[in-house]
């Protein structure tokens, strides 16, 4: 199994993962022209998709989506609350376009087991899971608060995709208005490193061994900022270096291409 941030942050955001012949993307935060660029070069077409999961309706993520689905017979997956959200905002893209999910159980695309759960925002929200015979992927961004689900969701991955979205500091101290820095630090805004770095711990202890922090704010984060909230309190409670992989997905840019399995792993880590 393999897969790739394309973008993570407040501009964008979109995931490529694959095992054998499946390819999937999560999120289109990109315009169209962008994703088939970016897709381009890692040797897959937008045609080539076996199918693009959805987390929610913000911009940031759906940038690309009323183009993609105009331009390829890709089928787009979410709940039926985003879906619901993003036919009314896109206009253009007929309703039969999408499958909505009809329960929160696991289902197949191709050989890959996707189980979607749910992510507390200030919108309907979800996670993946995704198992194929070679690991376990999986990953929540846009998290208000490290819920159960959460938890759940992730739990025993093989690699997982979390959320380190602002240094609370930085943020109190920066000039977002009073309304703006209290929605981000509610329990349905996004996650601050402090709390990553504490879900990141109770994971560890299911298992996971190798993560990537993504969703990092422009404004009120640093890369190594969020290293530091996360490996210091993974390092705190025991937890040496090279036991655990702790990177940053780019905000802007590809991340590196992270290729790993239940008995082998493309060791990345900054920790």
């Known amino acids: 199994m393999r897969f790739c941030t394309l973008v993570s942050g407040s501009s964008g955001n979109a995931v490529y993962l ?24 890692l040797g897959i077409r ?8 959805l987390t ?5 993520h759906v940038k690309g989506l009323a183009q ?32 909505a999910f009809s329960g929160r159980g696991p289902f197949e695309i ?23 015979e070679s690991g376990c992927f999986a990953m929540a961004t846009d998290i208000g608060y490290a819920a159960d689900s959460i938890r759940r969701g992730l739990q025993g ?15 109190m101290g920066g000039p977002y208005p009073v309304y703006l820095k209290r929605r981000i630090a509610s329990d349905e805004g996004h996650l601050s490193n402090e709390d990553c770095g504490g879900l990141c711990l109770d994971l560890v202890q299911t298992g996971c061994e190798h993560f990537l922090l993504g969703h990092l704010s422009s404004n009120n ?18 937890i040496r270096p090279g ?10 840019e590809r991340s590196p291409l992270f290729e790993f399995g239940r008995t082998q792993t493309l060791r990345q880590g900054a920790f």
């Open 68 to 99: 993609f689905a105009m331009r390829t017979g890709v089928p787009i997956y979410g709940s039926r609350e985003t879906l619901m959200a993003v036919c009314t905002k896109l206009g253009s893209v007929m309703p039969d376009r999408f499958t």
């Open 110 to 132: 191709g050989a890959l087991s996707v189980t979607p759960f749910a992510v507390p925002h200030d919108v309907p929200c979800l996670g993946y899971r995704v198992e194929g």
């Open 56 to 60: 929610h309706e913000h911009s940031d």
């Open 157 to 171: 991955a093989d690699f997982v995709l979390v959320e380190a979205n602002h240094d609370l500091e930085m943020l």
């Open 221 to 238: 984060n640093l890369p190594s900022l969020a290293v530091q909230a996360v490996c210091g309190t993974l390092m705190q409670a025991g």
């Open 243 to 252: 036991e655990v992989t702790v990177d940053v997905a780019p905000r802007l």
């Open 46 to 53: 937008p045609s080539d998709l076996s199918g693009l999961l």
């Open 18 to 41: 694959s095992e054998g012949g499946c390819h999937l993307l999560i999120d289109a935060g990109l315009s169209y022209r962008e994703l088939t660029r970016q897709l381009g070069e």
